[in-house]
T-cell receptor, first 116, second 114 residues
Framework: DAKTTQPTSMDCAEGRAANLPCNHSTISGNEYVYWYRQIHSQGPQYIIHGLKNNETNEMASLIITEDRKSSTLILPHATLRDTAVYYCIVRVASPPVYNQGGKLIFGQGTELSVKP | ETGVTQSPTHLIKTRGQQVTLRCSSQSGHNTVSWYQQALGQGPQFIFQYYREEENGRGNFPPRFSGLQFPNYSSELNVNALELDDSALYLC?????????????FGPGTRLTVL
């Protein structure tokens, strides 16, 4: 079972920031938070990941609370092309070689609709 | 640097047949993971190959099998196809050096079983 909880759906106006929350209250100290998104019928696209510090890249920012029990993915200026299902995944940082290979466990994700 | 590619894009088979799906890893990656995504669901982990050996398996029966080749490309084979095997099959490649490895996904193969 997925170790994260996300809202089923969210709307965002084009040009505004999209803030996608994720709860991971049972996260362990050696687990990263990963975000992927999936545009209809395409393969999931990696967005960003972090351990405990806030992270930023060219796609998004990831804000992780100090207790690491929740996080927020921020798309600073959402466009229509950001409409997708966003998955928040908790994953062990250093998967042992012979232990499920650090598999990604996907939940239902958040369906983000960016509207004109 | 080339991304992850998969072939074929779409495939139609009948129940009881066998199918082989192919995946070419991103350049420099040594690990391939396969996922099955049923309509309306998130992807589910099938198995992973690291240095040509299976390295972890999800809750899938033995009729799902795979191979990884010396060039790190991979195949997913499914025998005795069932209607419920209809899904999008995704492969993801990553570079394992120690520490966390990020998986990058291909576009998927849409399998329809009639």
């Amino acid at each position: 079972d997925a170790k994260t909880t996300q809202p089923t759906s969210m709307d965002c106006a084009e040009g505004r920031a999209a803030n996608l929350p994720c709860n991971h209250s049972t996260i362990s100290g050696n687990e990263y938070v990963y975000w992927y998104r999936q545009i209809h019928s395409q393969g999931p696209q990696y967005i960003i990941h972090g351990l405990k510090n806030n992270e930023t890249n060219e796609m998004a920012s990831l804000i992780i609370t100090e207790d690491r029990k929740s996080s927020t993915l921020i798309l600073p200026h959402a466009t229509l092309r950001d409409t997708a299902v966003y998955y928040c995944i908790v994953r062990v940082a250093s998967p042992p070689v012979y232990n499920q290979g650090g598999k990604l466990i996907f939940g239902q994700g958040t369906e983000l609709s960016v509207k004109p | 640097e080339t991304g992850v590619t998969q072939s074929p894009t779409h495939l139609i088979k009948t129940r009881g047949q066998q199918v082989t799906l192919r995946c070419s890893s991103q350049s420099g990656h040594n690990t391939v993971s396969w996922y099955q995504q049923a309509l309306g669901q998130g992807p589910q982990f099938i198995f992973q190959y690291y240095r040509e050996e299976e390295n972890g398996r999800g809750n899938f029966p033995p009729r799902f099998s795979g191979l990884q080749f010396p060039n790190y490309s991979s195949e997913l084979n499914v025998n005795a196809l069932e209607l419920d095997d209809s899904a999008l099959y995704l492969c993801a490649s990553s570079l394992r050096l120690g520490g966390t490895d990020t998986q990058y996904f291909g576009p998927g193969t849409r399998l329809t079983v009639l």
